[in-house]
T-cell receptor, first 112, second 113 residues
Framework: DTTVKQNPRYKLARVGKPVNLICSQT?????MYWYQKKPNQAPKLLLF???????READTFEKFQSSRPNNSFCSLYIGSAGLEYSAMYLC???????????FGSGTRLTVL | TQTVSQSDAHVTVFEGDSVELRCNYS??????LSWYIQHHGRGLQFLLK??????VVQGVNGFKAEFSKSDSSFHLRKASVHWSDSAVYFC???????????FGAGTRLKVIA
C-alpha cells in the first residue's frame, strides 16, 4: 500500500480558532512533510520530520506546529487560524532523503 | 536559495500532439530533479527523477525529461499526448545535502480530444 491518507478532506475554521490536520502512512517512511498550496502558487514547504526530528522553515516557524507520535502519523497544528491560512495542505512522505515523495490528496482548509 | 521556474502556467494541445513543459532551476550544487503530476482532486504523483548519468530519463506513460546543466533546465516531454494527460505538472528540485524539495508553481496541461 503506497498511500498517504489525510483527514479531513475539507476543513472549515473560524478566525482565531485552532486547526489540527492529520496525516498517516503505512509505508514505514522515515520522512514526512507538510506543504501549503495556494491557487497558482508552488507548494510551499512548511516543515518536515526526519524520524523524530522536526525541521520548520524559518518564515513559518511560529505559525505552525507539528507532532509525530509514531512513524506512521503526523499532524499539523495551527494555534490561531487567520484568513491567510486558507489553502490546500499537502502531506507527503519519503523512505529516505533520495526517494520519491508520496503525497496525500490534501486537506482544503477554509478560514472564515 | 533554490528556485524553480515553470514559465508556462497553461499549455493547451490537441490529442496526439507532442508537448514540452518547461522547467528551469537556479542552484549550483548537486541536486535531484523530479516531475510530479496532479490530476484534479488528487494528490501529486511521481513521474520521473534525475540525479546523475544519462541526462534523458524515462518516466511513466511515455513521459521523459532531459537535464541540461548548461541551461539549468529539466524540461518534460511527451511525443503524443492523450486526453487523460490533462493535469497540472510540477517540477521539483532538491539539494542532495538536505531533505527540502522546492517546487515550481506548476503548468496546467489541457489536452483537447
Amino acid at each position: 500500500d503506497t498511500t498517504v491518507k489525510q483527514n479531513p478532506r475539507y476543513k472549515l475554521a473560524r478566525v482565531g480558532k485552532p486547526v489540527n490536520l492529520i496525516c498517516s502512512q503505512t509505508m514505514n517512511h522515515d520522512t514526512m512533510y507538510w506543504y501549503q498550496k495556494k491557487p497558482n502558487q508552488a507548494p510551499k514547504l512548511l516543515l518536515f520530520y526526519y524520524d523524530k526530528i522536526l525541521n520548520r522553515e524559518a518564515d513559518t516557524f511560529e505559525k505552525f506546529q507539528s507532532s509525530r507520535p509514531n512513524n506512521s502519523f503526523c499532524s499539523l497544528y495551527i494555534g490561531s487560524a487567520g484568513l491567510e491560512y486558507s489553502a490546500m495542505y499537502l502531506c507527503a512522505s519519503s523512505r529516505d532523503s533520495a526517494e520519491t515523495l508520496y503525497f496525500g490528496s490534501g486537506t482544503r482548509l477554509t478560514v472564515l | 536559495t533554490q528556485t524553480v521556474s515553470q514559465s508556462d502556467a497553461h499549455v493547451t494541445v490537441f490529442e496526439g500532439d507532442s508537448v514540452e513543459l518547461r522547467c528551469n532551476y537556479s542552484y549550483g550544487g548537486s541536486i535531484y530533479l523530479s516531475w510530479y503530476i496532479q490530476h484534479h482532486g488528487r494528490g501529486l504523483q511521481f513521474l520521473l527523477k534525475y540525479y546523475s548519468g544519462n541526462p534523458v530519463v524515462q518516466g511513466v506513460n511515455g513521459f521523459k525529461a532531459e537535464f541540461s546543466k548548461s541551461d539549468s533546465s529539466f524540461h518534460l516531454r511527451k511525443a503524443s499526448v492523450h486526453w487523460s494527460d490533462s493535469a497540472v505538472y510540477f517540477c521539483a528540485v532538491r539539494n542532495t545535502g538536505n531533505y527540502k524539495y522546492v517546487f515550481g508553481a506548476g503548468t496546467r496541461l489541457k489536452v483537447i480530444a
